[in-house]
């Protein structure tokens, strides 16, 4: 198995992908990203090699109310339509429809 080392990764995405699945230049790709409140959560790798999500250790109170939520978005057609599909998924979160990208 793979594990991942121990620190923090951030409230980026993180991609996962393995080029050996695929025989057709479809990799397989998994992206995981906070959906809201990006800047409070991180992903973090804990002493068993694990990744865990959750909220930032540097946050000295959670206001009553509080939410965060994350988003694990799967696709077998590729690195490109897996992130393509990612972003459609925050942006319909958002309200907001991807612009022609030429």
């Given at each position: 198995?793979?594990?991942c080392?121990?620190?923090?990764?951030?409230?980026?995405?993180?991609?996962?992908?393995?080029?050996?699945?695929?025989?057709?230049?479809?990799?397989?790709?998994?992206?995981?990203?906070?959906?809201?409140?990006p800047?409070?959560?991180?992903?973090?790798?804990?002493?068993?090699?694990?990744?865990?999500?959750?909220?930032?250790?540097?946050?000295?109170?959670?206001?009553?109310g509080?939410?965060?939520?994350?988003?694990?978005?799967?696709?077998?057609?590729?690195?490109?339509?897996?992130?393509?599909?990612?972003?459609?998924?925050?942006?319909?979160?958002?309200?907001?429809?991807?612009?022609?990208?030429?």
């Amino acid at each position: 198995g793979v594990n991942c080392e121990v620190g923090v990764q951030g409230g980026t995405p993180l991609m996962l992908y393995d080029e050996t699945l695929s025989d057709d230049g479809k990799v397989p790709a998994l992206v995981i990203s906070p959906l809201a409140r990006p800047k409070a959560g991180h992903l973090k790798c804990n002493q068993k090699g694990q990744l865990t999500l959750g909220l930032k250790e540097s946050l000295t109170s959670i206001p009553a109310g509080f939410s965060a939520s994350w988003i694990v978005k799967a696709g077998t057609t590729g690195i490109t339509s897996t992130l393509l599909s990612w972003g459609d998924m925050l942006l319909a979160r958002g309200g907001k429809k991807r612009t022609d990208m030429y």
